[in-house]
């Protein structure tokens, strides 16, 4: 058959790019080798509970986050997390503590050193940093200090990479915050500067920074951008998919229920890890691809704990991050039931655990009573329950859970855009660039198709 785009893999990136393609006249193939869509995202009904394996949540960072939930209206269905559990926990010594929200709890929280509180004071005068590739502790320790560091900024990189502050590179890991200081000359002088920026921008004022979910859970918004682009341009269950160019562009060949398919395009988008692309793209010489397969990611174990009674601490909060410094054996727990409504049955709990990631990668291999033996031990304590008994307990395990922005992505995003601008129509995309989101993978999706449109 003949198409105008391929697009190797129906997970958010995929479908989201296909649904915008559509949109606009292409004719599209998705070529996925699982027998769903949808990736890692999948909800989970059970016994009165809804859960996730893969992403729990997003954060509306973007407008076209906002604007993507509006065109699949009513198939799917926006929803934020509850206001009254914003509160974000991080565990230091035997109790939880909350993160700041103001000047006054900033003045009196044990979390951050009487010296680093009147640091921050001094942050909007501090010099910017003129090293690109400085990591992520020097960067903090430099403009905020060490308590920051420890009690802030290394559990929140294990709550969204589940990796480690001295391998990370802010320029490419977190490149708003790394903006702010070279743009602005602070954080705090930056942010101001980009409310106002945001106050004066309606479409910019989409971004909300919320985070968010679908109503009746995420695999809702993949299924509704599944349909918008129709079953008979997706193709499931496919085997032995590999790329070649052609003269006009681009043959994709593939097994598909049983049968060899060819699809002739002119453009090919790939969405799938770093490490499927020497298969995919046999027309490309393997070392040439090695800064992209290179990459690293985080191995991560998720453990789903349902109880139709909770008898533990207070949880009316987003969830609680855990420091490497405390020396626990998890990275962080979600209350999942606190801030989205459905999760678990009246008076009941849902969390979701979070372990393993570049700072414990062995807890992966772990077999299934390892993984519970060290829950008996850690959430008790932590979540102050007189037992380990829960109603529902499910372990999913991700081998290639999330990519890490260290030091070699600046190699791999500059041989990314020269395959791109050697062999033209050929794209990559997926986490290996351009954040790990789910708000980076629907802002790449349309920067992608806004790129196809010009050309």
């Given amino acids: 058959m003949n198409k105008d785009i391929v697009i190797i893999g129906a997970g958010l990136t995929g479908l989201a790019i296909a649904h915008y393609l559509i949109k606009v006249g292409f004719s599209v193939a998705v070529i996925e080798k699982e027998n769903r869509t949808g990736g890692v995202i999948n909800s989970h009904h059970e016994e009165g509970f809804l859960y996730e394996s893969g992403p729990n949540t997003g954060v509306i960072s973007w407008p076209e986050v906002a604007e993507l939930f509006e065109e699949l209206k009513p198939n799917c269905k926006l929803i934020t997390a509850n206001p009254k559990a914003k509160r974000r926990l991080i565990w230091k010594g035997k109790k939880w503590n909350a993160i700041p929200s ?44 060490k308590s920051f560091l420890d009690y802030v900024v290394d559990p929140f990189v294990s709550g969204v990479y589940a990796g480690k502050t001295d391998y990370l590179i802010p320029k490419y890991a977190l490149p708003k915050l790394y903006n702010l200081e070279q ?46 682009v129709g079953e008979t341009n997706i193709f499931t269950s496919c085997e032995g998919t590999n790329i070649n160019q052609s003269e006009n562009g681009y043959l994709t060949k593939t097994k598909y229920e049983g049968k060899e398919i060819e699809i002739t395009s002119k453009y090919v988008v790939t969405t799938t890890g770093a490490f499927t692309l020497p298969e995919l793209l046999p027309f490309i010489n393997h070392e040439t691809l090695k800064p992209i397969t290179n990459l690293q990611y985080a191995k991560i174990v998720q453990v789903i704990l349902g109880y139709n009674k909770w008898q533990g601490c207070n949880i009316k909060a987003f969830g609680g991050l855990v420091p490497s410094k405390e020396k626990r054996k998890i990275l962080g727990v979600l209350f999942t039931s606190s801030f989205f409504e459905g999760r678990a049955p009246e008076g009941g709990a849902l969390l979701s655990v979070f372990m393993g990631g570049t700072r414990m990668p062995e807890q992966y291999d772990f077999r299934d009573d390892e993984i519970i033996g060290i829950l008996k031990t850690e959430i008790p304590e932590m979540m102050q329950l007189n037992s380990f ?8 395990r991700y081998r290639n859970a999330i990519a890490q922005y260290g030091a070699d992505s600046k190699e791999r995003f500059e041989t990314i855009e020269k395959l791109e601008e050697k062999y033209q129509g050929l794209f990559l995309a997926g986490s290996m660039r351009n954040g790990i989101g789910m708000a980076d993978r629907i802002k ?12």
């Fill in 102 to 145: 103001g000047l006054f709890s900033a003045i009196a929280t044990p979390l951050f050193t009487l010296n680093d509180k009147f640091r921050v004071l001094g942050e909007p005068w501090r010099k910017p940093g003129s090293n690109p590739m400085e990591n992520l502790s020097d960067f903090v320790c430099r403009r905020l200090g």
């Fill in 183 to 228: 743009k602005y000359g602070s954080f705090i002088k930056g942010s101001m500067a980009k409310a106002k920026e945001k106050k004066n921008n309606p479409r910019l004022q989409k971004a909300t920074k919320e985070v968010f979910s679908a109503e009746g859970g995420l695999q809702r918004l993949t299924d509704a951008l599944a349909q918008s």
């Fill in 389 to 396: 008994n829960p109603d529902m307990l499910k372990i999913f």
């Fill in 444 to 455: 790449q999706a349309k920067t992608i198709v806004d790129k196809i449109m010009q050309k």
